[in-house]
């Protein structure tokens, strides 16, 4: 062999050698990249590592809200007062939120006091833009509505609720609370929360959230109660693989998909909008660990728009599930309708709109086409609003973000916001 051979070789190891080197370290910061910014509540929503995350005692002691029937469920006589985000690394807080509910277990409506012997009497229902999360109490559209009519208003909505949650609270509690009107407002995401029982297989890190939900069969709906009746159970909802997995519609059509194998690298740059949010995050890291903001850089906004973005792929998901299950979620408005006539109160439903969804509505029209108007020929007694429509900024998508809380935890509708939906449901409800 020759010394040219030779050297030839040396270098063909020592380049194997690097790029040995360079692949087990891409992996490694990889794998660590994934498990520092994709996992848990509020993470990056495009990657999941675990379909069983462990779950310890102290995240378990944190869950106050936990419902054997529900799920989860606001309790009663609680104030909880909660950060919204409207402040920079070091800066002092400049907006804490206040979310209080009375002895039913609704949110208080400062603007009128419970009356049995008003005149008028309204209830609402739904997820948390019906809670109306990231405002105080007083911000609230209930409180506005309450104002303006003269009359309390009830506050039943619920964080992360889906219609089908909505209808099982209403059961339970109008016995307790009976209404003339009761309003039953959630966002569109509610077509893919009506298919789960449990959240983590389509909000990654939502481990705690376990759900009934409805089946059709033959036309009928069948409630699936969810086997967790204790909140200890959640400790080991491994033993439950079988149920959740198949009786959660996401589980095939999401979760596996997404979940993260070797080699972590193809997950963490694909789609490269992850690397922009990744580095976003890092340096909220860093300014968090300093306590020092960086000049000329807004790590949470860019985070949050970064978020949004990444979670476009899911706004189509859902778009293409009103396609495949609309009949679910109409079957389920028809119960609410009968359960209405049942009772002898006017039914009143509710679209809302996640920010999500607004910059790709804007552009797209609403993921959920023109479900309203069906549900308004199927069901002549049920009054039907479509709340993003009757907003200017809801087709532009440079305004449209104006109608959600700036700096916050969620995207939630503004307190201004808010009023223009109570003035909505005057006009076309109780005028």
Known sequence: MTRTDGERRSRLWAALGIGAASAIGLETLSRYALRRYGEGLN???????????GIDRALLEKFSSFDPELGWCPQPNRTKQKDT?????????RTVVEYSTDEYGSRVCPAAERDDDADLSVSTYGDSYCFCREVNDDETFQNHLARKLGTHVGNYGGGNYGLDQALLRLKRQYPEDPTDYVVVLVTASSIARILSVWKHYQEFGNVLATK??????????????????????????EAHAEFLRS?????????????????????????????RYLSAAALEDVERRTGVSLP?????????????RLEQPRV????????????????????????????????????GGQLRYAAYEATHGPVYGDLLDRLDDEYPDLETIDIPRHFDEADDPDAVESLYVQRGE??????????????????????
Do not use: C
Request: hydrophobic share 35%.
């Open 410 to 431: 969620g995207g939630h509708y503004s307190a201004e916001t808010n009023e223009r939906i109570a003035d909505l449901l005057v006009e076309d409800v109780f005028e």
């Open 212 to 237: 009934p939900r409805y089946r059709l069969d033959d036309g009928s709906l069948e409630l699936v109660e969810t086997p967790i009746a204790q909140k200890e159970d959640l400790l080991d909802l």
């Open 247 to 275: 009786n959660d519609y996401h589980y095939d059509h999401w979760f596996k998909p997404h979940l993260a194998r070797f080699p972590y690298a193809t997950d963490l740059l694909e789609p490269p909008e992850q690397l």
């Open 316 to 351: 189509r998901y859902h778009e293409e599930l009103y396609d495949l299950k609309e009949d679910l979620f109409t079957a389920i408005i028809g119960e609410f309708v009968d359960y209405a006539d049942e009772k002898e109160f006017t039914p009143v439903f509710a679209m």
């Open 43 to 53: 993470s990056m929503p495009t990657v999941v590592l675990e379909e069983f995350p």
């Open 296 to 308: 000329g850089i807004d790590t949470t906004q860019a985070k949050t728009r970064s978020g949004v």
């Open 85 to 93: 985000g409207d402040h920079l690394p070091g800066e002092e807080v």
